[in-house]
């Protein structure tokens, strides 16, 4: 195995991004101007490299990013092109053999959000690609390496185990916790619908502590902590707020208006999946910010957002009662409703935010609700808004 790159240097290796873009034959290609993305990419900051590929996923296209990570000392890779669902462990195991950390791969979705949802506007879909392509960097900068490891302590496992299998157990995703802010409020303790968190004592204090075998990284332990001593692994609050801020790209007059839409991983995310695959069509002005869970969204997500001038933010969650998290959703609810009165209360009109649920299998629905969100923030017009200060100076940026 080659040594990772960036990953064992004796301090941050500098960020050297390689950007691969894919025409799925037509099914990229043909609704949205590749080329031009790609150049685009190669002006973005820490990307060393950029190109298009005709079929990413080939083995060509695959031996293709295995060279120029090679080539080029690349350290951070993004691909973009389809289904994260069938095709993000294809690339990761790529940079794994290429000596990149797997968690070091950021995945941007052309097709199912892009391409297939904008068939009959082949400017705006090249234009909603280079802000995806755009977000897709900022927050791969940020990425920090991270581990798949060998555990054997669940006593399934271990039975197993005894019996001569491997256990191998990811604990990647997961949250943990700055014991030297951590106040032991228990907050944290109370919303964890899996029991992962206990307050302990250590050092003569009483700190939160994560069990990461019981740990599912849902981050909806993050809003509730009032010290921001939690951090959940791949969706820190710098890599989404990242993500927020990459978004924001050049706004011709008379444009639609920009909306952040922050999408469960486990429902509305697939549910905008199988709005591409049917290729159902809604407005190209939406920028999608993956989440494990609803619940994982902070009050400071929106403020950041309405700052850097957008015009609506929508959450869409799993239905009540129906949460790949128990009931993180029912958290997200509560943590939205204070968020919505913190904008307004800033002057912020509550109809540019709303909280909705939409399921897997809601294609059509997903494609509904974000048109309608974006008729109804429309009539408004413009923000033209700024939150007094809640933006710090290149908080979030690479």
Not at 54 to 63: E, N, P, T, V
Not at 185 to 212: K, L, M, W
Not at 261 to 272: I, T
């Amino acid at each position: 195995m080659p040594e990772e790159n960036g990953t064992e240097q004796a301090g941050p290796a500098p960020v050297r991004i390689g950007v691969f873009i894919c025409h799925c034959g037509k099914n990229i290609g043909g609704y949205l101007e590749v080329p031009k993305v790609v150049e685009y990419a190669r002006t973005l900051p820490n990307v060393v490299h950029a190109e298009g590929n005709l079929y990413a996923c080939d083995q060509d296209g695959l031996q293709y990013i295995k060279k120029a990570i090679q080539d080029h000392q690349l350290n951070r890779v993004i691909v973009a092109s389809c289904m994260s669902r069938t095709h993000a462990p294809l690339f990761q195991a790529t940079c794994e053999e290429a000596g990149v950390n797997k968690y070091f791969f950021e995945f941007v979705n052309l097709r199912e959000h892009c391409s297939w949802d904008h068939m009959n506007d082949k400017e705006g879909a090249t234009e909603k690609a280079k802000d995806l392509v755009r977000m897709g960097v900022y927050r791969a900068a940020l990425l920090e390496p991270l581990s798949d490891s060998e555990m054997a302590v669940i006593p399934a496992a271990l039975n197993l185990a005894n019996q001569g299998m491997e256990m191998v157990l990811a604990e990647a995703i997961t949250a943990t916790v700055d014991p030297s802010s951590c106040v032991g409020c228990g907050t944290c303790e109370e919303v964890c619908p899996y029991r992962a968190i206990s307050i302990i004592e250590r050092d003569g204090a009483s700190v939160a502590d994560v069990n990461p075998v019981l740990c599912k990284g849902c981050g909806t332990c993050v809003p509730s902590c009032p010290t921001e001593s939690i951090t959940p692994k791949g969706f820190t609050k710098d890599q989404l707020v990242s993500q927020i801020l990459g978004s924001v790209g050049p706004r011709p007059p008379g444009s639609d208006p920009r909306i952040i839409v922050f999408l469960c991983n486990w429902c509305s995310n697939a549910g905008a999946d199988l709005c591409g695959v049917s290729q159902f069509q809604y407005p190209p002005n939406i920028r999608i910010v993956r989440v494990l869970c609803s619940g994982r969204v902070e009050p400071i997500f929106l403020l950041k957002a309405f700052k850097a001038g957008i015009d609506g933010v929508l959450v869409l969650g799993c239905h009540i009662g129906d949460c790949h998290f128990i009931k993180d959703n029912e958290s997200a609810q509560r943590v939205m409703d204070k968020a919505f009165e913190l904008c307004k209360a800033l002057g912020i009109d509550e109809k540019r935010m709303r909280l909705d649920w939409v399921s897997a299998s809601e294609g059509q629905r997903f494609s509904e609700r974000v048109t309608e969100f974006t008729e109804q923030v429309r009539k408004l017009g413009p923000i033209g808004f700024g939150c007094k200060d809640v933006l710090e100076e290149g908080e979030g940026m690479p």
